[in-house]
């Protein structure tokens, strides 16, 4: 009995790892890649910076966040 439960729980923790490891790829993946321009304003940056303050970051950060979570919310109805 217990062996069972041991078990599933075992699988749960895979199941989070893996829907974590996607989450952390989407991630990786979405993150804008430098272009001279801030990524959320359009402003000039410097060279390899994606965005031009850390303003800008933190409201791209923001609203991104806010599209994953509705992205999950979306996929789970
Ligand atoms: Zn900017």
Known sequence: ???????????????RDQALARLRANAKRETPAPSGEC????????????FCCSECAKDWQEHNRRRQLAARIGGRA
């Open 39 to 50: 990524s959320w304003c359009g402003d000039p940056t410097e060279p390899g910076q994606v």
């Open 1 to 15: 009995m217990s062996k069972a439960i041991d078990l599933s729980s075992d699988r749960e923790q895979l199941e």
